[in-house]
């Protein structure tokens, strides 16, 4: 089970990286990700409907939860759109990747009665540094932490977090597709006003629709990856696995973006799969 739970946190960064690649690369990111959550509710609406006749009577709290979670991921989701119009891939994607490692795990055990040992801190402690290492644009992240583009991304993980803890426990009274497709519902309705308002939409559709229908894939497919990841083993291991996904985003940054990248990237890329190691160990 552990192996498994692995590799599919492993999948699950490698294609949330993808689709947030999609997401800087796009026109109007309202538009696109409005686009990609009509695509995700279309193409695994199926899978919900195999899903509803195992679903129980669920008590008034489960509701509760199902609605703090899609409450939770449409401001995740208008904040993520916000961060990638004003600030660069490479500096906003490890911000947002690195606020999760370090806040789930402390919930996780204070909230959820998990444990983990000494060298699974020190792991997450890693991963953490590393990941803050590659999102440093020529140090500025430490020098201007008042920085508009990086408060908005801290906001941005700071959501992760917060929805991750509750869909930890949402599980127990909705199957991961039901959970995921809620979510993308909420985040459809969450950018439905300003997509409305926007002069974008025919153009975003033109330039962008294969990229689109492979984003509303992409996207609750990883996050269902990671949900099956925690049916399997503790939030408080899993989630900073995830961040492997930073390294693959780095990657696609200067591979695929072109932007620069530094040996401190490296370095800081060594200190991730480290801390994966030591986690994995725990």
Request: some cysteine; charged content about 10%; aromatic content about 10%.
């Amino acid at each position: 089970m552990f192996n498994l739970a692995v590799g599919l946190v492993i999948l699950s960064g490698l294609a949330h990286s993808v689709w947030n690649l999609f997401t800087k690369k796009s026109i109007n990111k309202n538009v696109f990700l409005w686009f990609c959550q009509w695509a995700a509710i279309l193409i695994f609406l199926p899978f919900v409907l195999v899903e509803l006749p195992t679903i129980g009577q669920v008590p008034f709290v489960g509701w509760l939860l199902l609605a703090a979670s899609m409450i939770l991921h449409g401001v995740y989701i208008l904040l993520l759109a916000k961060s990638y119009t004003i600030g660069d891939l490479s500096q906003v994607f490890p911000i947002i990747r690195g606020t999760s490692p370090l806040l789930v795990p402390i919930f996780g055990v204070l909230l959820l009665n998990e444990s983990l040992s000494l060298l699974g801190w020190i792991g997450i402690v890693c991963i953490v540094s590393g990941i803050f290492l590659i999102g440093e644009a020529k140090g500025r992240i430490f020098r201007k932490i008042v920085d508009k583009t990086i408060l908005i991304a801290l906001l941005v993980g700071v959501m992760t977090t917060s929805y991750t803890i509750v869909d930890k426990v949402t599980l127990q009274y909705f199957p991961s597709f039901t959970l995921n497709w809620a979510s993308n519902v909420g985040n459809l309705l969450a950018l439905t006003t300003i997509v409305m308002r926007s002069q974008g939409i025919r153009q975003e559709w033109k330039v962008n629709w294969k990229t689109i229908l492979l984003g509303g894939l992409l996207a609750p497919g990883s996050y269902i990856l990671f949900l099956k990841a925690l049916e399997l083993m503790p939030v408080s291991q899993i989630a900073p696995m995830r961040e492997i996904g930073t390294v693959f985003g780095t990657l696609m940054g200067v591979f695929i973006l072109h932007e620069r990248q530094g040996k401190g990237r490296i370095l800081a890329s060594v200190s991730i799969t480290a801390g994966i190691i030591m986690l994995a160990q725990t």
